[in-house]
């Protein structure tokens, strides 16, 4: 009698829990998606790519959502668990499409309208900067991330990361002017 009793209270603390656990998972998807997605696209740069990743951070955050203890903190805890999954599809073997896929998106780019040019134009002068001044700006212009919250994300100190965007700034504003100037001498 006593282990019937035991097996119906259980039954409902774990149906409530997995509610509430799922109530948690769904309020964070519908805040926090569209920016996981836009930080993936910027880290890849390719649609189908940025959302598989963005689908494996959410997948994760969901199997260890018990691990984030302080929802305020959870966008960090999604962009670290972005950047996991981006290196780990770096350690699986590829087949390079690079050439196919910049044919499609010149393509595509061509038919675009002026903004989507002038974006495109600056996403590629700013996938030329070297990775250790590009992640800490996309992390501070797309997510929306302090210095000291970059900092902690990528386990740097405060000074490096400030020396880090201010060189991405300063390399980017190059690029860009250089850019002007020789449009200018071309037309």
Request: with cysteine; net charge neutral.
């Amino acid at each position: 009698m006593l282990k019937r009793w035991r097996n119906k209270s259980v039954e409902p603390a774990v149906s409530s829990d997995m509610l509430s656990k799922q109530r948690r998972y769904n309020s964070l998807v519908k805040a926090l998606h569209a920016d996981i997605y836009r930080y993936a696209f910027w880290l890849c740069g390719d649609r189908q790519v940025a959302e598989d990743i963005t689908q494996e951070t959410f997948l994760r955050a969901w199997r260890s959502l018990d691990s984030l203890k302080d929802d305020k903190a959870a966008k960090a805890w999604l962009i670290t668990i972005l950047r996991r999954e981006n290196a780990r599809r770096f350690e699986r073997k590829q087949f390079d499409y690079a050439d196919f896929a910049e044919e499609l998106l010149e393509d595509s780019v061509s038919h675009s309208n002026e903004e989507q040019v002038e974006q495109y134009w600056l996403r590629r002068q700013i996938a030329k900067l070297e990775f250790e001044y590009r992640e800490p700006l996309l992390l501070q212009l797309i997510a929306g991330f302090s210095g000291d919250e970059i900092a902690e994300l990528l386990s740097l100190n405060r000074n490096t990361v400030m020396t880090r965007l201010f060189r991405a700034r300063n390399q980017l504003k190059e690029l860009l002017e250089n850019c002007e100037t020789r449009g200018q001498a071309n037309g």
